[in-house]
């Protein structure tokens, strides 16, 4: 098959014919018809995982149709459209026992653990577990959207922020995270703020359901100026990039009983973020993460999809080649990239 491959952490990637992957007991094989292109991507080519097998093909948010199927898989048959969360659970250790696949104890992630979807065809382990059926009605760039960045931002404002009408939400970044962030929370009737310190992103933010547009750049006191936009702090805000200042900011503007979801990684030099602990005690706000989303938390998701509140497939904002997918990768901490970047072409 072909596939784009790196054999040493921030060596260009190069597009290359490889084995097809097997079948996996309890599993199956995808034809591949969309992936996206992730930070979380970058940061794996980046060698911040330094557990990532080399060589790597990468890739983790996809949808395609099943090819071949593992004669101990019992629900799912080939020619089935399916997705796949970005964490691959057991479901049998305690932690998916308990409903949180999210953060199994055995996870298995396509495009970090093992090979991913920058390829014309992904093996999945433990089908039964992990795939979710896609409507008719649902194209596959859309499907795979929703596998890490949608998806993390649905669990982080419904599961983790529980946004409801009427409440004040901030998100810190504008990028495919927060834009899915911000049509989350505004279809669930939420007063938004998006704070970027570019304005194309804003200008997206604002089309994706944001009521109020912050940039960051025209702000020495960024979470003083959201203090004031949203008459105390917000309810729940939402670090969607993953910084040392979006961190913070994202704490402080919160008003009493406010949630900070930590939604962006943090990694390298921005891993060890400054926190206003005065205010998390003085306020006694809550800080949550948000890891992913369960294979059997997506019909809510879904439901929504198919009823026209969210949109996922508005947040690309342009189909690529998987030979244009290698540069992509590589200027992914640039964000330059407006919306999401989706591989549609094998």
């Not at 910084?243 to 406010?258: D, E, I, M, Q």
Request: glycine residues 8%.
């Amino acid at each position: 098959m072909k596939a784009l491959l790196f054999e040493s952490f921030q060596q260009a990637p190069k597009i290359t014919q490889v084995a097809d992957p097997e079948t996996p007991k309890q599993g199956i094989l995808l034809e591949v018809k969309a992936s996206g292109i992730c930070r979380s991507d970058w940061h794996g080519w980046m060698g911040h995982d330094p557990d990532i097998p080399l060589p790597h093909v990468p890739g983790h948010e996809f949808a395609g149709i099943i090819l071949e199927v593992d004669k101990e898989v019992k629900n799912w048959k080939v020619g089935d459209r399916v997705t796949v969360p970005f964490v691959c659970a057991c479901g049998t250790c305690p932690t998916c026992k308990s409903g949180n696949q999210q953060i199994c104890d055995n996870q298995f992630q396509p495009g970090f653990t093992h090979w991913g979807s920058f390829a014309q065809y992904v093996a999945v382990h433990r089908a039964d577990t992990n795939l979710v059926k896609l409507p008719e009605s649902v194209i596959f760039e859309a499907a795979a959207s929703l596998g890490c960045r949608f998806a993390t931002s649905f669990r982080g404002v419904v599961a983790q922020g529980k946004v409801s009408e009427g409440q004040w939400v901030a998100v810190h970044g504008c990028g495919g995270v927060g834009l899915s962030a911000i049509m989350i929370a505004a279809a669930l009737d939420a007063s938004v703020i998006a704070i970027d310190i570019d304005a194309e992103k804003l200008v997206l933010a604002k089309a994706a359901g944001a009521a109020y547009l912050v940039n960051a750049k025209g702000h020495s006191d960024v979470s003083a100026h959201i203090l004031e936009l949203s008459k105390g702090g917000v309810q729940v805000s939402i670090d969607a990039l993953g910084s040392r200042v979006t961190c913070y900011n994202s704490v402080a503007c919160l008003r009493k009983r406010g949630k900070h979801i930590q939604i962006g990684l943090l990694e390298g030099a921005e891993s060890d973020p400054p926190i206003p602990m005065h205010l998390v005690i003085a306020k006694e706000l809550e800080i949550l993460g948000s890891h992913g989303m369960q294979a059997h938390a997506y019909p809510e998701m879904m439901q929504m999809i198919l009823d026209h509140k969210i949109a996922p497939e508005q947040l690309i904002g342009r189909r690529i080649s998987l030979e244009a997918a290698a540069e992509a990768l590589m200027r992914m901490n640039s964000f330059k990239e407006n919306g999401m970047a989706m591989i549609t072409q094998f």
